[in-house]
């Protein structure tokens, strides 16, 4: 067997260039017999964790690498040798991309020495340089003496026709300069057939059609990952050239199984260990959640996920969530945690979620397993309009160097995927633009008939190649963007675990590595997410307390209120949380939620997975007496009896599998993850007959087995969690009973946290007359930017005054000025504009939303004067 590793391979992670998916080379690396090779992306480390993956379950070894592109030298493949090395090479690309814009990253060669200790690196010279020029040479000769023994200097076969002429000379040069030769293949793709989409990402990159590309383009189709074997009769004249790759993988010894995450540790007190305080705060916090005394099950549950914590070492993560949330709550932000996070009790007793357990049956086992050997995930909701606080809060406490939020990879989706390869194609935009419709009016990807009705020939061979390479790049990363809220923050400097990189957005930075990255290494995430929701109901809590002197909190809302569930009942529900859409609307009627977990289940319910299952009209035939709940043994009885014999939940599914089928929790959780929720597809399939055969030899019958299996087989589509079901249901609840005993607050409210939710502002405006309160226009006298509540007569509601956001057309800023500078009122046009300064065209805005009733001016007359003021030669200066 050849000595060769593949050193230099490129994979789509350096963007518009490299032609295949980490995980294709790296299985077609393992087809080919390799046991080690490395992955270079341009300046990037972004690409690798998919890379190991995929190494690791082939039993093979996957050498970290990045090619550095600097603005001042050769390029240099750089491989770190073991963990400390690694952490320089991550430290060297943050330094790069934290000076230059999103997506780029700026190096110079005093960068890569201050980092380059633990480091072995290759140069490339470009295989267009003929000529190996004094400056290449003093470049060269440069990077020797920085890096000695740890310099190489790249030789590939290129196959365009002078390769052994520039090899002789390429080997003459590393004699002269006493750098040693090593081969490398310079992979682009997996398979020769990638190179016409290599050739298409070349052209999508330079702006340029397949036609006009030129040189720009590889010269053929060698890019491509080849066999050991061939690499060593490529360069039978150099075999020392092949052996050092063997010795260059030889010292690099590090692997991304080395890196080990360490909590912070700004989260205790008193000198607590993490799990002493952790202990300490939960049970203060039961006393405040149970203040009539904790209940023997509550205590009993803490007592078993602390000791589970402790024995996992997870302590620091509850502590950091806690931290997090006890900070918005000195601000008077409102949050909840929601999520597989209310599976437990202990984020209940430390105010993360606001969920009861007393509530809900709750499966510790979906927020956190032994069997699934990875940290928790906590998502919290915070109000949209100062999420921006908390995001901060973070970055201040930890420092930027700690804290960053996760990234994701933003891939190419079908439109964006035709369109791109279209133009790189040469077809025209209106070509492009029908073609796209044909394709997405038909189920299948290539339709000839849809295309002909286009007016387009579907034998056309271009054609025909632009929709089979939009194919091929459809799931391609186009860039990395950042997550809406995902942050990981470490004990130590976060780039010494990955690249730190500029978000497109001021004051936020990003890791490299998604969401699917960090959880395959067993990093922390705490999900900092945005709800317009709890904007609302902040808003709500406010002008609750002002007008109505009402102190009310997400744990102080009535429970069970009757008023609240029969307006419910009855689809009165325009602008409440989750089930205000038309869907939603449609079967409350049907549904007739009486009770909390009524709620819970109809948040669920209205979803593709039970819809796809057939368990919609199942369930709501037993709710309503007409058909008598199935339960073939005791076992399922007590999962399934709360929704009535029907799998309606992710946990119910999970235990299922464990009970009747006989599963592992660890499969079980893999059937989790199969219901791919908020994804086009899910993986449950998978699981057909393992669950069939289980269930059978179980005692169940195959009928039975298959309607089980059938109703899972929905959630392939989307799933939904019985937990993150009950954490929704406690806001469509609380926005419920706000709208039934205040509408004019929640009215108020709803405007003014737009735009959210389903319904237009006029939409809003007219339900809230329909529950009896009293709309009142713009007015410059007495509007402020957002809606206000008026004060109220007694036993009536606040009337409700609109603000100028409601106006289309009227500049925010100049609102403001208006009514700062109103003091005792405007009594006419020519004073409010000589003292708000207001610019014609707003005034005329104004006028035509009626806004100057009064000061006696209807719309038409409030027109006429506004115009007059344009004869002024004040006006005719503006």
């Given amino acids: 067997m050849s000595d060769y590793v593949e050193l230099q391979v490129t994979s789509n992670f350096s963007f518009l260039r490299g032609g295949s998916h980490p995980e294709e080379l790296m299985k077609q690396a393992h087809a080919y017999g390799y046991k080690t090779i490395a992955m270079t992306d341009r300046n990037s480390l972004a690409g690798v964790v998919r890379g190991h993956c995929v190494a690791r379950d082939n039993k093979m070894r996957l050498i970290v690498g990045s090619r550095l592109d600097l603005q001042d030298g050769l390029s240099l493949l750089a491989y770190p040798t073991d963990r400390t090395a690694y952490a320089r090479l991550s430290t060297l690309l943050t330094v790069g991309k934290l000076r230059a814009p999103k997506g780029e990253c700026h190096l110079r060669r005093s960068d890569v020495y201050e980092h380059s200790k633990g480091l072995k690196f290759i140069a490339i010279i470009p295989p267009d340089s003929q000529k190996y020029d004094e400056r290449t040479e003093q470049n060269l000769r440069e990077y020797r003496q920085a890096f000695g023994r740890d310099l190489y200097l790249a030789a590939t076969h290129y196959y365009i026709g002078d390769d052994a002429r520039r090899l002789a000379a390429l080997a003459r040069l590393a004699d002269r300069l006493r750098i040693p030769l090593v081969a490398t293949n310079d992979v682009h793709y997996h398979h020769p057939r990638r190179r016409q989409l290599q050739d298409v990402l070349t052209c999508i990159r330079e702006k340029c059609t397949i036609d006009t590309a030129g040189f720009r383009l590889h010269l053929n189709a060698e890019r491509h990952l080849k066999p050991a074997t061939e690499m060593a009769r490529l360069f039978k004249d150099y075999p020392d050239a092949i052996r050092r790759t063997r010795e260059i993988a030889d010292s690099c010894r590090f692997s991304l199984e080395e890196l080990r995450y360490e909590y912070p540790h700004e989260i205790t007190s008193d000198g607590r260990t993490p799990q002493e305080e952790l202990v300490h705060l939960t049970w203060e916090g039961a006393k405040w959640r149970f203040p009539k005394g904790i209940p023997e099950k509550i205590k009993d549950t803490i007592d078993k996920e602390l000791a589970f914590i402790a024995q996992v070492n997870y302590a620091p993560y509850f502590l950091t969530v806690h931290d997090i949330v006890r900070f918005a709550r000195s601000q008077d932000i409102l949050c909840q945690g929601r999520g597989s996070a209310a599976n437990s009790v202990v984020c209940y007793c430390l105010g993360i979620t606001s969920v009861d357990p007393l509530e809900i049956d709750l499966l ?124 990981v923050i470490t004990r130590g400097a976060l780039s010494e675990l990955c690249p730190i990189m500029n978000a497109a957005m001021e004051k936020r930075t990003c890791i490299e590595w998604n969401k699917d990255d960090i959880d395959a290494l067993g990093m922390l995430k705490v999900d900092v ?57 449609s079967m409350l009627p049907r549904l007739k939620p009486k009770k909390f977990y009524d709620l819970v289940i109809e948040v669920a319910i209205v979803r593709p997975g039970p819809i796809q299952g057939d368990m919609v009209h199942p369930y709501l035939r037993r709710r309503n007496g007409e058909e008598t709940p199935e339960y073939p043994k005791p076992e399922l009885q007590q999962i399934l009896e709360k929704t009535l014999g029907v799998p309606l939940f992710q946990e119910q599914a999970m235990n299922i599998a464990i009970v009747a089928a006989g599963f592992e929790p660890a499969d079980a959780d893999k059937l989790r993850r199969s219901m791919a929720t908020f994804k086009s597809v ?9 669950l069939k055969t289980g269930m059978v030899r179980n005692g169940y019958t195959p009928e039975y087995a298959a309607r089980i299996y059938k109703q899972l087989e929905g959630f392939g589509s989307y799933g939904f969690p019985e937990s993150h079901a009950a954490s929704f249901a ?9 709208k039934c005993h205040y509408p004019d607050v929640f009215a108020c409210a709803l405007l003014n946290s737009q735009p959210m939710g389903f319904y237009a502002p006029a939409q809003i405006i007219r339900d809230a007359r329909d529950h009896n309160v009293e709309v009142r226009e713009v007015d410059i ?15 009536e509601f606040c009337p409700l005054r609109l603000g100028f956001r409601e106006a289309k057309g009227l500049p925010e800023k100049e609102m403001r000025q208006l009514v700062d500078l109103r003091g005792n009122g405007y009594r006419d046009i020519p004073g409010l504009w000589q003292r708000a300064g207001l610019s014609l065209s707003t005034l005329e805005t104004l006028a035509k939303a009626d806004a100057f009733r009064s000061i006696g001016l209807d719309r038409r007359q409030a027109l006429w004067e506004v115009k007059a003021l344009a004869d002024r030669p004040s006006a005719l200066a503006e």
């Fill in 364 to 487: 510790f086992e979906r927020f956190i397993s032994a069997s699934r050997n990875e940290p928790p995930d906590i998502d919290v909701d915070f109000e949209h309009e100062r999420r921006e606080e908390v995001m901060q809060y973070i970055y201040e406490k930890y420092g930027r160097d700690r804290a960053g939020i996760v990234a994701t990879v933003v891939e190419y989706r079908s439109k964006g995927a035709l369109r791109d390869v279209g133009k790189a194609m040469g077809l025209s935009v209106d070509t492009i633009s029908r073609l796209a419709d044909a394709v997405f009016r038909s189920d299948d990807w290539f339709d000839g008939d849809a295309i002909r009705q286009q007016g387009l020939d579907p034998a056309d061979r271009r054609l025909r190649q632009t929709v089979a390479l939009a194919d091929d790049l459809r799931g391609f990363p186009r860039h990395l963007s950042q997550h809406t809220g995902g942050f």
């Fill in 529 to 585: 997410l945005a709800l317009g929701m709890l904007t609302c109901l902040k808003k709500c809590f406010t002008l609750a307390k002002n007008h109505y002197r009402r102190d009310l909190t997400l744990a102080d809302i009535p429970q069970n209120d009757k008023p609240t569930y029969d307006m419910i009942c009855k689809a009165d529900t325009i602008g409440v949380f989750q089930i205000e859409s038309r869907a939603q609307m």
């Fill in 682 to 690: 899910g993986t449950i399939n998978e699981f057909e007959n393992k």
């Fill in 730 to 738: 406690q806001l469509a609840y609380v926005s419920s009973w706000l």
């Fill in 781 to 795: 006298n007495y509007s402020d930017w957002d809606a206000l509540l008026e004060e109220r007569r007694e036993g």
